[in-house]
């Protein structure tokens, strides 16, 4: 697997946390807070799993994983709210949902081609 992908799944969740501090900590933000940090780490993290190759089902799985955490990611991204004093926010949630699409997109070309 590549270690460029493992690199931009890291890169992803690190934005995201950087994203969630400029956010309002209020009770409702905060638990979408939380859940957008944990579904971005785990892309990654089920990533590198699948990368110990410990079969083909696992790879599999893992992968599967990995694309269902990036779909969760956007889902917590969009949910996230952003206070009317920070418009810039709205670029950068916009990049991040775009960045979670294309790795996304990614886990399911390599699903595909692994058949």
Do not use: H
Not at 29 to 37: A, P, T
Not at 38 to 56: D, K, M, Q, T
Not at 89 to 111: N, P, T, V
Request: hydrophobic share 40%; proline share 2%.
């Amino acid at each position: 697997m590549s270690a460029e992908l493992e690199e931009r799944t890291y890169v992803f969740a690190k934005d995201v946390r950087a994203f969630c501090r400029k956010l309002k900590w209020d009770v409702i933000n905060l638990e979408d807070i939380k859940q957008v940090v944990r579904s971005s780490g785990s892309v990654g993290a089920n990533y590198i799993e699948a990368n110990e190759n410990l079969g083909p089902a696992d790879l599999r799985m893992r992968i599967k994983i990995s694309r269902k955490e990036s779909k969760e990611s956007i889902r917590w991204l969009r949910l996230s709210f952003i206070d009317e004093e920070k418009p810039d926010l709205e670029k950068e949630r916009a990049r991040l949902m775009d960045e979670g699409e294309q790795l996304r997109k990614i886990f399911s070309a390599i699903l595909k081609k692994l058949g």
